[in-house]
């Protein structure tokens, strides 16, 4: 049996490249080993599916070549996606800073791609284990669950790493090594991160608190550091929430973490104003600036009196309150793995791939989408928005003799 096109995982991109693929009139096998369709559209964004950002760009995403993701972005762009949405009459909804979100089901973007597929006359083979995968003398040839079958293109969509319990396998990076592909080394992303258990002891009592903070990497130079102003949410193991989340991207072992727990808020002169007029104690006047909880452990870890009357509070011990709650520094012994890990950061690298086509330099006919490759976006949708953007511009690159073979 022979295809114009083998796309292989049945994910965001995968379903999407295939889609556009056959209705430009490709005839397209999509396989996938696992027994449910796109498992990680299902359970994303507490199963409404935060399916983009409005504000995707460049910028919100990280690689070893930083630029590469331009192309497809502009080719095939946000606006692109969400007409496709309301083509399919799928009613959705700006949650939090630019983060698009159904209004029902996640079910809903997975009905979509389904039906993009049957419109173009997509073959899905699911489940279906691809045992082995080659070049011949002039076409791919695949070996199968289902049998042998050859294509002129293969589309490898595979993803990461990342929550193994869905069937995330390391296929996409076995197979771009295999053909001579360089793989940046993968690791956890959009991930919590954990201390070293003694070093955690006075914070673990506050799983569970969460609340706005600043938060930043030490990185060797701009590229490397990023800052968030997000909710973090104290575990029982070390932190997460969204601000920690975002810093996990450009986390490294060993490096710092600089957080600010007010939140950009002048801590300081607050706490000085209120000095000569507030009767309260100075850990009931630090609760009205942080969750009490938080409050309480802070004082207790420094050794500040929380019944000191506001008055008699020195202002040298209020200056270093409020230094050390805006400049709090820790570092993260890892983090919570692929088990917890929304994505997965690293894969093929993008200086081996057209970030036109996101064809293979190394081998015609090979393409590599989705996750897999060398872009991770913050969180927020713009991972989804990859997804989207990598498929279109490989779909929309095959070319009208590959249609005619």
Known sequence: MHWNAIVIGA????????GIAGQRGLRVLLIDHADKVAEKIRISGGGRCNFTNRDAAASNFLSDNPDFC??????????DFIALVQRHRIEFHEKHKGQLFCDGSSEQIIDMLLSECQAGGVTRWQPCTVQALRHGAETFELDTDRGSVTATNVIIATGGLSIPQIGATDFGYRIARQFGHRVIAPRPALVPL?????VWEAFAALAGLSLEVGIENDGADARQRGHFTEDMLFTRRGLSGPAVLQISNFWRAGQALAIDLTAGRDLAAALRSAKPVSKRQLGNELATHLPKRLADTWLARGGI?????????????LDRLALGLQHWRVVPKGSEG???AEVTAGGVDTRELSSQSMASRRQPGLHFIGEVVDVTGWLGGYNFQWAWSSAAACA????????TE
């Open 11 to 18: 994910g965001a991109a995968g379903l999407l490249c295939a």
């Open 70 to 79: 331009r192309s497809a972005l502009a080719r095939y762009s946000v606006a």
């Open 194 to 198: 954990i201390f070293d258990a003694q």
């Open 305 to 317: 009196a929380p019944d000191t009357p506001m008055p008699q509070a020195r202002d040298r011990v």
């Open 338 to 340: 692929w088990r917890k």
């Open 396 to 403: 929309n690159s095959l070319t009208i003799s590959d249609q």
